[in-house]
């Protein structure tokens, strides 16, 4: 056996493990009984715990020396010599924290994961505070298993977008504040468009045939994945050919449900697209969670949002939902699905306001990492940003501060990920636009081949081979970069 | 750690695993997309091999033996004492088998289930018969792994029935063949009922509603426990905490959902009731599959069945489906829900033909495994069997000889396991109605509860802890025993 089937052998055991936690996982949130709690709590810390022992063995180590003598000659971007690269990258990090480090890390999370509920539900930010101090002490421990980097941050973003740094994420927020809230202020100018009609009943039904059909056109494989319901909507891949989403109906929130669907299309598009020869490979699955972001939006905003799939799609639509669509028209419809209001709540952000959400984030889990921000000064600073990013003041610290669950959950350096993928999806929209000047009119008539062969063909089939920077500068031929984004922004609302 | 806790720890990490690869194999048949093949059968053959791994290491070996002199002054009904046996049996078991038979038996298996399917869908026996041949040749071989035991054949029922014996098996159809066969000899003297109100049509969602207030009634917990559609139904038990069942809807036996999903429940139910202090041990789930059967039939058949049962419950299944029923009596109902018919498919087979397809099927296989009867002859056996004990000659091998599915999946011994399951139902039926003389008016009333807790107590809380013959000898005073059998088919079926 060469030294490269040897690491891919040890590899795929893991993988196969990793695979059976995902499905416990998916079903612990789809069909799990309420009585399984325990059991499946078991099946998972079992498998996961198996899955890292046999990634962090002393047998992986050997074969990936091996395998990495075993490439040296090759072609970089051999798919050998980066499935080596991923396997050493992820393998450095996964030895680097001892075992001791993760359970206190895990109980910590666990116990703030509770308490966060409870102070959220009371808005009781005291309660949280010392809870999130601890997490941000583990943090700071955390980065300190690692080469120092150029800024702490580095360590915790790279967990979620191999090879960004936190210079990055500065110099893209930096190029899109400005703008961003100038956008806001324009459409706040104008008048608000009529959008009662989104809000008046539906039958749940006839949104999730429509939301089907929507996704089964956009070219989501019903014969490698499935829908279904639960409590928060989420994509997972057991590998590229059993990719399963979720969705759920929010009383008051109608469409939620379509453009949750077409979002969570979107991940599972790109899962299924993965190429073969990665599959149970280290390489499988997406480049990072950026770079699954754009995909979901890409099809839920640039496609979904778009004037264009509303010239097919709203007769269908209004042929579903007669009473309640009957006498809108498709521009009205599709004013009303693009309305801009700033909101406290950053899940229920429009387009236009989202980034400024996660800028605040991002900024303020700099400043408490970094540490030139006490927890106790956080809810102030929050409130702060709000007033000038968004002109809103949380009335309480439940619709503030403690409203995500990420820092209780130990999830530093995720937020800039949603904004990362605003950002790519438009590299890629503008990109695919340039290359493919039918673009508009395909979507207009309901074919979405060409786009999704595209995404195939350019970024899907790759999975986890290239970092995010790397793919969007092979695709585009530039950087990340927000002049895109801005650019869709302001052409979408008419402002400059 | 005591040597006990050793053990039992190293055992949980093994069902951890198993209980991970029986939801994966639940989903396979419930939730799968066809794309997911692939990679359910990756994902369940690592968790098999490492479970077994787990199982048969030195490891566990050590901790058995410590725990056995740890045990050693224990009272022998203690549940660690008998932990520790069936660790024992388990181990010795599945240490025996080298694991590259185990290897060439899964390869067999897996050739032989595909040409079974293809030669029964074509009726070609020929076909069959050499993989037929190489699963008979396999299991003389695995028989000779174990101690030689008085009938080869005691090896393999023992995989299903732990401690029963050719010979009890043997005693056991010598004492039902001429009753059984007198029952339907008697019954087919007299006019059928009319039964024709059973297979017009009915909705589907009827049925499944009326089915599962009756097995919410018998008290299945749906806190601990679901119900999906699959081709086949089947339970399955993650622990005694998550217990699924699955009903299918089959065209033209409309009550076949209703029947099919007490047999079900009656199987979960059993795995529900075992006692909390065997989970996650070697003690949890069934005591074998006999008594499993049992539990099935003892609902399905012993109270959805009965006269008092409709008492209670035909007004309501009138209810829920008048244009089919609201002018049969519930006299006319009963009766044809227990018309007898002889059949040549097993699996549509009445109460009181069921055990003589099983009789057959049992004599043939010892036949086989002891060299008394050759393959080729196998076809003609069957149809002469089937002249004797059913007066039918199937016109097609795919009617007869080809309809299961067990011996090409290399199930030999297992058929036993169904007679028993009958046999054990009646006693268990019998002793209750003797210690619980409210026992019929109860069930006339839908009051399910006693019994109910009374097999809990008997027999459901013990788990695995007692091996059947033991179990039955414990409830009802007596060894495993045809007579409760024939009595209640007799007074059933008025015939004596």
Redesign the interface.
Known sequence: MSSIDRLRTLI??VM??R??AD??EW?ERV??????V???G??S???RR?AHEKFTSGEVGDALDAARRGVAGEDADSTAGRMVRVVERDYARATRVPADFVAEHAGAISAAQHTWADARASSDFARFAPHLQKVIDLKRRYVAFFPPADHPYDVLLDDYEPGMKTADVRRLFDSLRQRQVAIIKSVAAKPAPQADFLTTAYAESDIRRFAEDVVTAFGF??????Q?KSVHPFATG??A??VRITTRWVEGQPLALLFGTMHEAGHAMYEQGVGDEH??TILEGGASLGVHESQSRLWENMVGRSRQFWDHFFPRLQAACPAQLGSVTADAFHAAINRVQPTLIRVEADEATYNLHIMLRVELELALIEGSLRVSDLPEAWNTKMREYLGLTPPTDATGVLQDIHWSAGLFGYFATYTLGNVIAAQLWERFGAVHSERDSEIGRGDFSPLLSWLRTELHRHGRKFEPKELVERITGSAVDSEPYLRYLENKYGAA
């Open positions: 795929g055991e196969d493990l695979h059976a499905l416990i079903d069909y799990m009984p309420p009585g399984g325990t059991v499946h078991e099946m810390a079992a498998l198996l494989d019903w014969t490698r994945g499935r279904d057991i590998g050919h059993d599959q149970r």
